[in-house]
């Protein structure tokens, strides 16, 4: 399933509180996007609550803006992306 | 002596899924009907449930049907058996074989006015016509007054027909039930008492009620490996007779009546008591049945096959005198190796399942009377292999057909009947040509003509005519089909065959309207209503098929206005699926092109690269990428890149034209579209030839772009005319007219006026087609153009859907129940304007109407303003 780099605006800010409101929130996000088989893994959020980078697995670019809209949530753009791991490129230690 | 075993101790652990059973009789007596679906591993004790309902007082009348593990499957098996015991109009229907279609409104009519519960057992072994009505009665469950509870296996084969049916099951009144193996406690229950080591019967069984059984029922105390182990040392207390009536009776599937029990195992009343005793047979209206099949197939599997040949024979002589069920006879004929019989009634099972539209029962049939057919005259084999290539076709095995009718057309040779060796080079020449093999299509297709030119002329000249002209069609060389098509046309009225008559009517129109010719609308709405008052599917399927097609290539909105919603109806009523998602695919095209993106993407159905529509995938795939493209999101090239590929594959210019134009888009938003030249520029020459006006149009345009030459088009339409000549603000009026908001944008964004440039860019903003919007922003900076829009705006970004603030205000009008006109008063706009809005509102939600925009809304909680993830 190819993975997405989904970017996102909230010029009031986003605000999901730390307690029952703010689990529910989520939990209705997660729910929804089960529903076209998309899986939010995790989200950065910039400092100031207004941008969001969000990585999710989905069937599809469609998918992941079906599930966006039925969440109310809003897209900027989408980039489709592949994991880079760094330390894949150090050598065995005990090789010389 | 089997009392410890009986009913109940067999329904431990089932008062749950019962009451689940009984309480969906209750609904649906109270009118809110109920489908249900009950699975289960064999032996899990499926039957005994459903038996303990029907005992129970339910109140409604009782109609069972099951299914029975034959090589091929009889035809509606269940409803059969049903119709036998029902009164009126269902035994009628069924009995005459008709279609599902025809059988279903009356089946709904009993269910609607006489509550009853229909049991279809075993439905793994099912034909195709059977689970189509298995489904079809699933979307409709909810208005009965009815209970269906429908029985099966559930450890099916990955490719197995059923699970797509299980998949799609769907509707308000559906339910579904696995049921589970016993637990140790239940096994404990049951097995200490006669002192067994609860424990290891357990793990031996799995809980398996029917494996528990067995083995308790053997009555010693080491444990057999297996059912079928577990089976026949059961089957080993029986005195000798007894066993070997058992064994007899074991090759007959379903109920076997006392006759042939007789035929097969002798007349000794004394050993079948003893079976029955056993509790291995149970006693039925009709005859004697066993317990369960696991058991009949272990039994069965000891037979010696010289024996069991034997055996099968004797049960096709009785069953034949019976008048039984032709697939029933095929069935003992093949296992008993009686060739003559085989050939005898394959044929006819097979005719029989394909007019109740089980097309893979019916291929089944006629591969086995193929199988037999050596001692066939050549006229009975070519005859054979015509029909059967028909319904191998129907399920898409295009090479097996075209093989098939290859053999007849040279068995047709052989007998020196040219009429009929060119009627079978025209079969041939229709499958080719379905199966993509143009070449071989067209040259076949014409020496079948060249050959029946020869002869009196007659129906197999009608119909090689009206091949030409779909040939032709798809080749995109109009003229030469409408030359013969008309020739069809009047030959097959002036021989009276009706069929030909219908198609070529509907071949000529289409070529008609393709080439520009109004008129051409009228015919083909005529042989759609001749094929609606005349009950021919085919002709209704493809005349809806063709309306769609026209609507989508010359922006007929109209016409697919006026006709998708009738036409899907019809097809998946009529089993025709497969129409069905050409449908889909051609109105989720003129989604797109309406500006309705998400509603464009949720119309494909999920099903369009299965079996039989590699075609419908090409227009899916270029919805797909275009879609993409436009809004900027990856994976564009993939999907343009498959359809291209699927298109070069195809020849046809149907879909390299489209194809191509959409390619062009895509290179054009990325700013290269230097590095599509070659590909626009065939399609258009190839656009021109066939004069395929609307797509040549839109070819022009991205050639002119491109900044190649471009040849004069005799008959652009309007909208992309204007837009050639430069005349960018009629241009755009015309595709708003039309009802085209991207195309509109288009025209607009290339103009050289600021204002203009801005009227793009919103509605590009509206849309959501950054990419686009990208590069009018661009050509307003080097035009020097004073105040740019700030790319889309974040306020707009922030709203749910992408709506505008605009768009939200309008939403909450039409959420108050609005219309139009009030809408325009209250924001201080024009209608106009309001139209604009509110279809860019739809599309944006995805849904097609002010009802289903107003429950969006209350959905994502924007009726009031306020929104879910935001202070």
Known sequence: MPRYLVERSFPDGLDIPIDDNGMKTVASVVATNADLGVTWVHSYVGDDNRKTFCIYDGPSPEAIRQVAQRNGLPVDAITEVRVLDPYFYVGDPNAS | MMGFMGASSLLLERDEPLARLRAAADQARAGSGRLLLVTGEAGVGKTALIDRLVETDHGMRVWAGSCEQLFTARPLGPLADIASTADGRLG????????????????????????????????????????????????????????????????????????LVFGALAGAGVERMRLSPLSLRAVRELAEPLGFDADELFQRTGGNPFFVTEVLATGCIELPSSVRDA??????????????????????????????????????????????????????????????????EAIAGEIEPLRRAALHAIALDVLRATNADPARLAHHAEATGDAESVTEYAPIAGQQAAARGAHREAAEQYRRALRFAGHL?????????????HEVYLIDHFDEAIAWLMDAVELRHEAGDVLAEGDAMRRLSTVQRCGGRRSDARDVGERAIA????????????????????????????????????????LAAACGNRNAEIYSLNTFGMLGLLSGDERGLESLERSLQIGLAEGRDDHVGRAYIHLADIAQRHRRYDLIDRYYGEATEYCIDHGMELWARYLHVYYARTELDRGRWAAA?????????????????????????????????????????????????SGELQWVAPVAAARAEAAWLEGRLG?????????????????AWWWAAELAWWSLRAGLDVPDLELAPAPWAMLLEGRNRESAAAWRELGCPYEEALALAHSDDADDLRAAFEIYDSLGADPAAAIVVRRMRE????????????????????????????????????????????????????DHHVSSVLSKLGVSSRADAAREAIRLGVQDGEQVTQR
């Open chain 2, 601 to 649: 993407i949720s119309a494909i159905p999920p099903s369009v690269d299965v079996p039989g529509t590699p075609l419908a995938r090409i227009d899916a795939v270029v919805i797909i990428g275009l879609v993409r493209a436009r809004r900027g999101d990856p994976g564009h090239w993939n999907a343009l890149d498959e359809a291209h590929m699927l298109a070069k594959r």
């Open chain 2, 783 to 834: 035009l020097g153009v004073r105040t740019i829009p700030r790319g889309a705006r974040s306020t707009t970004r922030a709203n749910p859907a992408g709506l505008t603030t605009r768009e939200l205000d309008v939403l909450r009008l039409i959420t108050q129940g609005l219309r139009n006109s009030d809408i325009a008063e209250e924001l201080v706009v024009s209608a106009k304007t309001v």
């Open chain 2, 451 to 490: 050959l029946l030119e020869t002869q009196p002329q007659g129906f197999e000249l009608a119909a090689a005519y009206g091949n030409m002209a779909m040939l032709a069609m798809n080749a995109s060389e109009l003229d030469v089909g409408l030359v013969a098509a008309r020739k069809s046309l009047d």
């Open chain 2, 231 to 296: 089976v026949l040392a059961r089957a080993a207390g029986l005195e000798p007779q007894a066993r070997a009536l058992l064994e007899d009776v074991s090759i007959v599937t379903g109920t076997i009546p006392l006759q042939l029990v007789a035929a097969l195992g002798g007349a000794d009343a004394g050993s079948l008591a003893e079976c029955l005793a056993s509790g291995m047979l149970v006693e039925t209206a009709n005859g004697v049945v066993f317990r369960n099949d696991l058991a009949r």
């Open chain 2, 377 to 389: 005259d050549v006229v009975t084999k070519a005859e054979l292999l015509e029909r059967g290539a």
């Open chain 2, 675 to 691: 590095s599509v030249a070659d590909e626009i520029q065939s399609a258009l020459q190839a656009c021109i030839d066939s004069k």
């Open chain 2, 92 to 163: 009628e229907v069924v009995g005459r074989g008709a279609p599902v279609h025809e059988i279903l409104p009356v089946l709904l009519d009993e269910l609607r006015s006489h509550p009853t519960l229909v049991v279809f057992e075993d439905v793994h072994w099912a034909d195709e016509a059977t689970l189509d009505v298995i489904a079809l009665l699933a979307r409709r469950m909810a208005t009965t007054c009815s209970l269906v509870v429908v029985t099966s296996r559930d450890e099916l084969p990955v490719d197995h027909p059923l699970r």
